[in-house]
């Protein structure tokens, strides 16, 4: 499996932005996919998750209602809508896909098998 991520960018707080992660090698609908970012000087954190099958989503409580992480199954590709962006948004993103993932290790990055390389976020305020 690979991943592509995508669609970072320079922002201003407030803004929105839709970061993708294209999926080859294997149907995206057969893997759960998460973002995790990592801001400079910090380790990596996660940020939402779309499980495989039925799709369920996963968000850390800093994104509720900000973020929302959506599948195309047509286009093997899973999106991170990214409102209302704030400066403490700034990051490198990731996407990362799992083909056994539980929701115990939803968070932990050892519990994916791929990443794709990152794409940087950075808000201004």
């Known amino acids: 499996v690979q991943l592509q991520a995508s669609g970072g960018g320079l922002v201003q707080a407030g803004d929105s932005l839709r970061l993708s992660c294209v999926v080859s090698?294997?149907?995206?609908?057969?893997?759960?996919v998460a973002w995790f970012r990592q801001a400079p000087g910090k380790g990596r954190e996660f940020v939402a998750a779309?499980?495989?099958?039925?799709?369920?989503?996963y968000y850390t409580d800093s994104v509720k209602g900000r973020f929302s992480i959506s599948r195309d199954r047509a286009k093997n590709t899973v999106s991170l809508q990214m409102n209302s962006l704030k400066s403490e948004d700034t990051a490198v993103y990731y996407c990362?896909?799992?083909?056994?993932?539980?929701?115990?290790?939803?968070?932990?990055?050892?519990?994916?098998?791929?990443w794709g390389k990152g794409t940087l976020v950075t808000v201004s305020s």
């Open positions: 090698g294997r149907p995206s609908g057969g893997l759960s």
């Open positions: 990362a896909a799992s083909t056994r993932l539980i929701l115990s290790n939803i968070e932990v990055p050892s519990a994916y098998n791929d």
């Open positions: 779309i499980f495989r099958n039925y799709g369920r989503t």
